[in-house]
Every structure is written in C-alpha cells, then in structure tokens.
C-alpha cells in the first residue's frame, strides 16, 4: 500500500519537483494557491527558481520565452480553474510561435470529481487545443514518465505547449519513496537532415537564381543555427531578409541585409529560400501582389505538415535547418559558387536600401513637438547596448521599433509574435532578464512598449522591482491604442457628454505617469517629453544597472508611421 508504516515517505509535490528537475528544468514562473503552493515550495528547495508572478498569463508568456530562449521549456505552475483558464492564453501563444512549454495545473480532488468541487474544471481537455500534449498521470508513480513525455513532446518535432494535469489529493499524498522510479533526463531531440537529392536540386534552384534572397525566420533563431546560415550568407553573397525575431541570428548591420528594402525584396525576387518562417500573414502568404506570381520558394522546415502551406514550393527541404544549411554549404563549397555582388539585382536592392534609409533619417530628424515615433527610437537607438535583448509590443511602437531599432545577436529579440498577442512584454522581459542573469549579469533588457500594450499586464511591474531585475521599461505614450487625444481635446471633448458615451475607443487617460507605477515599487521612473529628456534618462537608466526603470515617452497623440508606397501596406500590420 502507499502509505506503509516505517517506510520513508514523499510527497507527491516533492515527486512533481524531482521528476521536473531530473529533466532539467530550471525555471517556473506561477502564482501560488490552493492546491500548488506546495508544488512551488518543493521546487525551489530543490533548485528550480521559481518567480512568482501577478498574473496567469503573464506566467505563461514567462515561460515560453524561456522555452525559447534557452531551447528546454520553462515551466508554469497555476492553481485549477480561473489559474489554468487564464494560462491558455500563453499555451495558445506558445503553440502558435512554435516554442516549447510545460504547464503544470493544479485540479480538484479525484473522489470530487463531477460533484461541483471548488474550481472544477475539465483542464485536459480544455489544453488540447492549446497544446501537442495534455494528460494527468493516473498515479504518483506515473508522474516521473508523464512528466518527461511532457518535457520531451515540448522541444521534439515542431516545439509547443505541453500540459501536466495534478489533482490536489496527488500533492499532499504521501507514498513510499522506493516506488517511485525518475526517469533519465530526455535527450535533446534528435537531429535530422533533408533527402539529398532535394538537397541537390534545391542548390541548383538557388545557382541558377536571377534574383534570389534568404528570409531567416525565429524558428533559425530557436534552432540555433546562426553559425551555418552566417557562413552560407558569407560565402554565396545572397541577400537576406529577417522575419521580426528572426533579427539578430545574422546582425542587421551586415552589408547583405536588405531589410531597408523588405517590400521590393519580396516583390521582385524569382527564388526565395525559407529558414524557419512560414508563408502566413507576416510574409503576405507568400502571394501575388506581394510576390511575382511565378517566385520559387524553397521551404527549409522541421514541421512537415508546414511544407506546402498556401503555395507550391519548388523544393521542399524536412529537416533541422541548422543541418540542412550545412548540406546546402557543402553543395556550394563544392562548387565553389557565388552570386555575382555586382548583379542588377543587387544594384537595385541597393538603391531602394539608401532611399527608405534617407526617409526614415529625416523623418527622425524632424524638430516637431511634440516627438514622433521615429524621433523616439533613433535616440534610442543611438544609446543601445548592442547585446541588449529588445523585448517589443504596441501597434505602431512594435512596427516602427523594430525598423529602427537593431539586433546583433540571435534570440535577443521578443515581441507579439505569429499571434500578434498584446500583454507579452513584461513576461518576455521577465524571462530575458533572468536567462541574461545566469549568463552575463551586465546585459540589459529593454521593453519598449506602445501604452496600451503596457496596460495589459502592468502589474507585473511589482514582480520586476520583487526580483530586482535590470529591465528599462520604456513606454511609447500617445493616450491611446493606435492613436489618442491630446488632453485639450480630450477634456473638450468630455463637456459634451460622459467618457461612455462620447470618447472614441481607441483613446485613454491622456497623459497618464505610467512612471509611477514604477516608482511605486521603489524603482526609477522618468517622465519625458523632448529628445533631450529621453537621451538623459535612458543614459541613467543604463549607468543604474542597480534598479529597474520606466520612462514614460510622451509622443504627439496623432503620430503615424511613414505612409506606405502601396495601398495594401496601410491594411496590413506590417
Ligand atoms: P517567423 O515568425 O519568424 O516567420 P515562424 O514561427 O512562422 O517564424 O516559423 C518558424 C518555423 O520554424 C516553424 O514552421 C517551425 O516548424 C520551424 N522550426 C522550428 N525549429 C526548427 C528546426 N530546428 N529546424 C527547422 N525548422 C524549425
Ligand atoms: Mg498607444
């Protein structure tokens, strides 16, 4: 029986801990309640660094930024019912960005089951849409093996969110230590490399390119291929493009990145290889009017369900892209090939480059008060570190930070991601700053954040100042989502009726001190309105390395983005 006397006994939180240890995993981010706590305790008393945050979703958002960060699944740990709804939304994010995570949920008591127990739920099945994985062990001893299948679904094949249901009657259960058996760390997952003859066919595809070009997605980012992908760019000289947290796996910087030129890039190249990106709504579908209609695409992914989404690809290579970018380099190397720097093709790249790069200077030089956006990121440009992680999300804030402002360093870029979700960025921010912690204490994190993307989870702010993390929040204000008023307007405007019934939707308080959120938590807070402001206070908040900061960036409400060159551009988020 479980509980034979004059045995030693464990508890099954402490067996949930072990068996999470023994598959190495270092970080979970949860809030604590009934029946988790003691889940928590156990895994910090054995090694695990547990964060405690203010918010399920936030939690969630944590952890799967360390998933994808460091390639093993962070974990997050939330209490049965209202916990584990608000944790979908992470599992839902995760699974949509491909990266790996392991939700631990606490459930009501077996023998309550069906009987309307307190927060009562059906948690499996509700994570089955938000996960390759979700299953309750049927036992305390069948937890170690569930636990590993969770961990090792996570980061195998097409990584996501896996889920690990614990009835509150497994934590507090005590059951003879010898019967429970920890199962080996899993391996890393296994390496695979695409069909050679595809190999072959694709290199000539790439050999007899009029106008090829590289987009490199976060999936290259997440497989930690920059080695072999930098060396192909090196050595063949094509032109590349990086998805929005594909930046940084080559820096922006290097002279083959035609970033400055995305839209004539995608427009006009006849052969365009796919590195761990999908043809969705961030690369226009891979579709006319965005692409010629007769573009080859060669399509590089681990996921062989991806290969074929929305077009025909010329050739399809299933396999880890690190791999496969080291099959296509030998092709290469042995034909010693190279696409010829003085083509048309790069002349016109070129061109396009250096005229958008005037634009954006000008529009950044511009005097006006109040900022605009472009003003705003390149003073923040100029006084980045360059191997700070850029965590972003906002509408304009996120589109327009991420062409001003650069990555060197693969990984280091966060945002809203494939599923566009708001409310990621102190999560994001959170888990970067703790990874960077472990790895280089100086390295910095900076959260750029549009207002109403901060407003999302705000709270966790407190968690910020609780672990005393070396995170600048800037927050990008213009009162509202999209746009906002001016306060004039805005108190003018609340004489002809109340804020229910006469304030346009997308507006908030106007100039709201999102600093003293800050600064209610004892870290630093700056309120700015000119470039001079924004220069002084992002050099202090650098110099500080001791205490978290926000400065609040007031921009004119009504600021725009650049208008585009094609009318579908203004549709698109992008
Ligand atoms: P982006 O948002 O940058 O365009 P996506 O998230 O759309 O990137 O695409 C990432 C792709 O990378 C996914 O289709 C995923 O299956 C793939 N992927 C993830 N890890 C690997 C890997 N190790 N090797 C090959 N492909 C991978
Ligand atoms: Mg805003």
Redesign the pocket.
């Known amino acids: 029986a479980d509980t034979d006397a004059g045995e030693e006994q464990v508890s099954g939180a402490t067996v949930i801990a072990q068996a999470l240890r023994s598959q190495d995993v270092k970080y979970m981010f949860g809030i604590v309640g009934i029946p988790v706590t003691e889940i928590a305790m156990a895994a910090q008393e054995l090694g695990i660094k547990y964060i405690g945050m203010r918010n399920e979703q936030a939690a969630c958002y944590a952890a799967s930024a360390v998933g994808y960060l460091t390639g093993r699944p962070g974990v997050c740990l939330v209490v049965s019912g209202p916990g584990l709804i608000h944790a979908l939304g992470g599992m839902a994010n995760a699974s949509i ?2 990266w790996p995570l392991v939700v631990i949920g606490g459930s009501s008591e077996r023998n309550q089951e069906t009987m309307g127990a307190f927060q009562e739920f059906p948690q499996v099945e509700a994570c089955r849409l938000y996960s390759k994985f979700s299953a309750r062990p049927s036992s305390i001893q069948a937890i170690p093996s569930v636990i590993e299948k969770a961990v090792r679904s996570s980061i195998y094949g ?2 996501g969110a896996c889920y690990v249901d614990i009835p509150a009657d497994f934590v507090s259960l005590q059951v003879n230590v010898d019967s429970i058996k920890y199962l080996k760390c899993c391996l890393p997952p296994p390496v695979s490399l695409a069909d050679p003859l595809a190999v072959h066919m694709a290199a000539s595809v790439i050999r007899d390119a009029k106008r090829p070009l590289l987009i490199i ?3 290259a980012a ?2 930690r291929a920059e080695e072999s992908i930098r060396t192909l760019v090196n050595c063949c000289q094509l032109p590349f493009l990086p ?4 930046k940084g796996v080559i820096p922006d910087n290097h002279p083959n990145c035609v970033a400055a030129a995305r839209s004539r890039a995608l427009q006009s190249a006849d052969v365009i290889v796919l590195l ?3 043809l ?1 709504w ?2 226009h579908f891979g579709l006319p009017p965005r692409y010629q209609p007769d573009v080859k695409f060669i399509q ?4 062989a369900e ?1 290969l074929g989404n929305n077009v025909r690809p010329a050739v399809t290579l299933l ?4 791999a496969v970018t080291k099959q296509l380099l030998e092709h290469f190397n042995n034909m010693q090939w190279q696409y010829p720097p003085e083509s048309v093709w790069w002349q016109t790249l070129r061109e396009k480059m250096k005229s958008n790069e005037a634009m954006s200077k000008e529009l950044a030089s511009q005097k006006t008060w109040p900022m605009n956006y472009y003003t705003v990121f390149f003073h923040i440009q100029e006084k980045l570190p360059k191997d700070c992680f850029i965590v972003s999300e906002g509408a304009n804030t996120m589109d327009i930070g991420r062409t001003v402002l650069q990555n060197y360093l693969p990984r280091h870029r966060l945002d809203a ?2 599923f566009g979700t708001m409310g990621v960025g102190l999560g994001f921010a959170i888990a970067a700053a703790l990874v960077a912690k472990d790895r280089d204490p100086r390295q910095r994190v900076i959260c750029v954040e549009g207002d109403s993307a901060f407003g999302f989870s705000g709270m966790e702010v407190e968690t910020i100042c609780r672990y005393n993390l070396p995170i600048i929040l800037l927050v990008v204000n213009n009162n509202g989502i999209y746009q906002g008023l001016d306060a004039d307007s805005w108190n003018g405007m609340l004489k002809t009726g109340d804020a229910a019934s006469v304030a346009p939707p997308p507006c908030l308080l106007p100039n709201s001190h999102y600093e003293q959120v800050m600064m209610a938590f004892g870290g630093k807070g700056y309120f700015v309105q000119t470039p001079e402001e924004l220069q002084k206070s992002l050099s202090q908040s650098l110099e500080d390395s001791t205490k978290p900061c926000l400065i609040n960036i007031m921009i004119e409400p009504q600021a725009m983005r650049k208008s585009q060159d094609f009318f579908w551009l203004t549709r698109s988020n992008l």
């Open positions: 960005n491909c097409r990584p997605g976060k999936g997440y497989a998805t929005p947290m594909g761990g990106t999908r969705n961030i690369l590089v992914d681990i996921c991806e396999g880890d892209i690190h991601g494939t």
